[in-house]
């Protein structure tokens, strides 16, 4: 069965403490994996698309990695407008776009 | 900005009154798609659009429906609310050559 599972649940950080976000994955064919951004009460916000092991992309203090079982999202130097719940999903081939999505991780930073 | 809108955006119902969603695009995307949002879940399926008129069930469609009669418009029924289905919903539309899932504002619902 195709899965998503975001570690740790929650993760409270001081400001500049950097750190990392995993999500795993059990899916046969990877088409992409997207990680979002929500805050309370809003929608989710896409941030990035990896398609391949061993792809980067980077966006000010946040850098997404990719391997063939997980994917990592390291945030470098965080402040206190960083917290906010981060989401990964998966595209499964043949899934007509369909994504399937993780719980998140909820990210709290403190100043 | 995706140009995506739900209508409305807080509703509370009674067990038992049927209740519809409404969520609009402007950009005429082909893909559209009802998430519902719970604590402790990722968000989960609720049915998805292709094209006018060409919708298909996601992983939770038992006690909804959806319709699509214009490109810009996709409606989520509940044909008679259950206190189960208390939620925040969220409608999404896919763009670009990624195909890249976008997200509207959510419509948070209670019922009692």
Known sequence: EDQVTQSPEALRLQEGESSSLNCSYTVSGLRGLFWYRQDPGKGPEFLFTLYSAGEEKEKERLKATLTKKESFLHITAPKPEDSATYLCAVQAPGSNYQLIWGAGTKLIIKP | ?112
């Open chain 2, 1 to 112: 900005d995706a140009g995506i809108t739900q209508s409305p955006r807080h509703k509370v119902t009674e067990t038992g009154t049927p209740v519809t969603l409404r969520c609009h695009q402007t950009e005429n995307h082909r893909y559209m798609y009802w998430y519902r949002q719970d604590p402790g879940h990722g968000l989960r399926l609720i049915h998805y659009s292709y094209g006018v008129k060409d919708t298909d069930k996601g992983e939770v469609s038992d006690g909804y429906s959806v319709s699509r009669s214009k490109t810009e418009d996709f409606l989520l029924t509940l044909e008679s609310a259950t206190s189960s289905q208390t939620s925040v919903y969220f409608c999404a539309i896919s763009a670009g050559l990624e195909e890249t899932q976008y997200f509207g504002p959510g419509t948070r619902l209670l019922v009692l």
